[in-house]
C-alpha cells in the first residue's frame, strides 16, 4: 500500500499532488533544484531534499539523483507530474526496476505513444482515424518535395519525439519546403536529442479537442469527456473549457469511443489523454496522446467531481477504478486560464522577477492552482506559469462571467503578466459566441492589442503618486498641530496676569 510519495516535480503542479496526497494520508517528499529553496511545494512537502543546481538538467532531469532521494525516503511511489521526467520511458524502468511504484502508465506505453510516429501507425492499426501522412520516419534517402506534393499543400513537418510545439513548421507552398524541414530537424535535435521528423496534411482551421482517459491495471478503461483546447499561442494552450463549444452528444460519444480504444491499444493505465484535431464538419482525427496528466485536468474534475491525481494514486496501487463509464457524469460548465509571468504585447516573452504582491480571486465556484506568494521571485529556469484559474458555472454564460470577474480580482504586481489579456480574449465575441478555433489568436490579433495598459508602469506611477500625496497630508497634518497648539508661554502670562488681580 502506497503511504509516501515522492513528487518528481516543482510548482503548481507539486503541490497540487500533494494536497491530494495528504487528503489520502499519504506522506509527501519534495525534490527541489537550489533556486526553488524557497518554492511553496518546499514549505508544503512532509520532507523536501535538494537535488542540484538551478537548470533542469542538472536537478529535476537527473534520474539517479531522484531515485537516490526515493530509496534514501523509502518512498513507495514516485509522480512525475507533467513535463520534466513524466513522459520519460527510461525514467518509469528504473523506477520501476528500484522496486517503486510509478504513477503512470508502463515504459512501453510511454515509449509507443510518445514517439508520434509508432502512435499514428498504432492508430491506423486499431481503426482510429488519423490524419493523412507518412507513416514512417523519414530519412537521408527520402525525396521529400515528392512525398509533399502527394499529400498536398498546407502540411505540417512534426518533431517524431516532440511536443509543446518544438520541431513542428507550416509549409504552405514547395518553395518553404526545404529550408522549414532543416529548421524542423534542427529544432527537434537541440530540444529532443532526436532529429526525426514525419509528415502531415495541415488540416484548416482545426479545433483541438481532447479526451481524458482513466484506465486501471485491470483491464478497466473509460473516458471523462472531453476538453476544447483550441485557444493556443505558439501550439501552446492558454484557455481551455468544458465541455467544448463545438461537440455535439452524438460526437461526444463517438469520439469518446475511439478514445477509449486508442488507450486499449497499448494496454493503458493511468491518467492520460488522446488529443484530436476537429475540423468544421466534425470530421476528427487522432492528433496525439499525452501519457501523463495535463495541465489543464482541474476542469475536468470541476464538472465531474473526481480527483484525477487521487485515481492516479489508487491505480498505482493496483485499485480497480472508482466508477463505471455511466456512472461519470457532466455538471455545468468549466473554463481553466493559465497565468504566466510573459509579457503578451511583447510575443509572449518570459517576464521572471520577484512578486511585490498578490491577492487571488475568491468565491463561488473559483479555484485557483498557484504556488508563488508576496516575495517570491519567478526564476528564469523554467516555465513562466504561476497559476491556474479555474472557473465553474451552472451554465456557459456565467462562467465567462465568473472567469471575467475572478481575473478583476486577480491582481500581482512585480512582473508582468498574462491578466489583461486573458480579460480580452473572454471579452472577444468569437470566444463568447463558441465560434473558434486553433487560429483565434492570430484572427483576433487586433482586438487583443488594442488597449492594453501600461501595467507596471502605471503601477509605478500610481504608487508614487499615491506616497506624495500621503506625504503633502502629513506635512499638513504637521503644520496644523504646530499652528493650532496653544503657546505655553502666552499660557504661563494669563496666569501671572490673573494672579495680579
Not at 538551478?54 to 526515493?70: F, G, H, Q, R
Not at 532529429?195 to 479537442?209: A, G, M, N, W
Not at 472557473?391 to 481575473?407: C, N, S, V
Not at 486573458?422 to 488594442?450: A, V
Amino acid at each position: 500500500m502506497i503511504k509516501k510519495i515522492l513528487v518528481a516535480n516543482r510548482g503548481e503542479i507539486a503541490v497540487r499532488i500533494m494536497r491530494s496526497c495528504r487528503e489520502m494520508g499519504i506522506t509527501s517528499v519534495a525534490v527541489f533544484s537550489e533556486v526553488d529553496r524557497t518554492s511553496m511545494h518546499v514549505r508544503y512537502a512532509d520532507e523536501a531534499y535538494c537535488i542540484g543546481p538551478s537548470p533542469s538538467n542538472e536537478s529535476y532531469l537527473k534520474m539517479d539523483t531522484i531515485l537516490e532521494v526515493a530509496i534514501k525516503t523509502n518512498a513507495d511511489a514516485i509522480h512525475p507530474g507533467y513535463g520534466f521526467l513524466s513522459e520519460n520511458a527510461e525514467f518509469a524502468s528504473k523506477v520501476l526496476a528500484a522496486g517503486i511504484k510509478f504513477v503512470g502508465p508502463s515504459p512501453y506505453a510511454i515509449s509507443a505513444m510518445g514517439d508520434k510516429v509508432t502512435a499514428r501507425e498504432l492508430m491506423q492499426n486499431s481503426g482510429v482515424p488519423v490524419v493523412p501522412g507518412t507513416k514512417k520516419p523519414l530519412s537521408i534517402g527520402d525525396d521529400v518535395r515528392v512525398i509533399a506534393k502527394e499529400i498536398g499543400y498546407p502540411i505540417m513537418i512534426k518533431a517524431s519525439a516532440g511536443g509543446g510545439g518544438k520541431g513542428m513548421r507550416l509549409v504552405k507552398a514547395e518553395s518553404e519546403l526545404m529550408s522549414s524541414f532543416n529548421m524542423a530537424k534542427s529544432e527537434a535535435l537541440s530540444s529532443f536529442g532526436n532529429d526525426t521528423v514525419y509528415i502531415e496534411k495541415y488540416i484548416e482551421s482545426p479545433h483541438h479537442i481532447e479526451f481524458q482517459i482513466l484506465a486501471d491495471q485491470h483491464g478497466n478503461t473509460i473516458h471523462l469527456f472531453e476538453r476544447e483546447c483550441s485557444v493556443q499561442r505558439r501550439h501552446q494552450k492558454v484557455v481551455e473549457e468544458t465541455p467544448s463549444p463545438h461537440m455535439t452528444p452524438e460526437l461526444r460519444h463517438k469520439m469518446g469511443q475511439y478514445a477509449v480504444k486508442a488507450a486499449q491499444s497499448v494496454n493503458y493505465v493511468g491518467a492520460g489523454t488522446i488529443e484530436f484535431l476537429v475540423d468544421d464538419n466534425h470530421n476528427f482525427y487522432f492528433l496525439e496522446m499525452n501519457t501523463r496528466l495535463q495541465v489543464e485536468h482541474p476542469i475536468t474534475e470541476r464538472i465531474t467531481g473526481i480527483d484525477i491525481v487521487k485515481e492516479q494514486i489508487k491505480i498505482a496501487d493496483g485499485e480497480k477504478l472508482s466508477y463505471a463509464q455511466d456512472e461519470v457524469i457532466m455538471h455545468g460548465h468549466a473554463i481553466e486560464c493559465r497565468i504566466y509571468a510573459e509579457d503578451p504585447q511583447n510575443n509572449f516573452m518570459p517576464c521572471p522577477g520577484v512578486i511585490k504582491h498578490i491577492t487571488e480571486p475568491l468565491g463561488l465556484g473559483v479555484r485557483t492552482d498557484g504556488y508563488v506568494y508576496k516575495g517570491y521571485e519567478i526564476p528564469i529556469f523554467y516555465d513562466p506559469m504561476i497559476s491556474k484559474l479555474i472557473i465553474w458555472a451552472k451554465t456557459r454564460d456565467e462562467a465567462i462571467a465568473r472567469m471575467k470577474r475572478a481575473l478583476y480580482e486577480y491582481k500581482i504586481t512585480g512582473v508582468k503578466t498574462s491578466i489583461p489579456f486573458l480579460e480580452k480574449i473572454m471579452d472577444t465575441p468569437d470566444f463568447k459566441n463558441g465560434k473558434y478555433d486553433t487560429h483565434f489568436i492570430e484572427k483576433n490579433k487586433d482586438y487583443l492589442e488594442i488597449g492594453e495598459p501600461c501595467e507596471l508602469e502605471c503601477q509605478d506611477i500610481a504608487m508614487f503618486v499615491a506616497y506624495l500625496d500621503f506625504m503633502k497630508k502629513q506635512q499638513y497634518k504637521v503644520r496644523d498641530n504646530v499652528t493650532n497648539k496653544p503657546s505655553a508661554w502666552k499660557e504661563f502670562g494669563k496666569k501671572r496676569n490673573m494672579l495680579r488681580f
